[in-house]
């Protein structure tokens, strides 16, 4: 032990300050997508409010899509990294209205899914999708080619559809819009 070093029984007993809330969404920015290991809850943008009220984090979260089993999970993972960081007994509220949309997700977020090999929705919102409009204009994610074909509505999970490369082959997951 060193000098004012802390023990570990006295993280929880600190007072959360509102001075803390960057870091809180620092600690947000390390809670990932279980479906998606590289998006962060914050780059899919369904941490909707992060406020402290009588000592305590208060979230509002808004799940990707309503009956999402991974739902449970992530509010899961977003108390446990909270607590781990010593931001003791956060709230969390979970809003459905209005409902989370791909328009929500982070350039970062489409940069990293991108990365990942996943291609980001494209455009905006599910208006057109609800029309039965024309189906959206899907790139590889990894060589860039607009020359792709849809092999399924439904890719390695139900809110992914799964396209093939006509240029270099690959088959990869698209991100559906909503
Ligand atoms: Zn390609």
Redesign the pocket.
Known sequence: MQPGELISSDRGARQVQPVDLPRAWAVLEQVMDPEVPVVSVVDLGIVRDLTWEAGHLHLVVTPTYSGCPATEVIEGDIRQALEGAGFAAPRLERRLTPAWSTDWITEQGRERLRAYGIAPPEGSGSKRSLLGGEPPQVC?P??G?AHTELLSQFGSTACKALYR?R??L?PFDYFKCL
């Open positions: 590889c990894l060589c080619s490369c240029d270099c690959e």
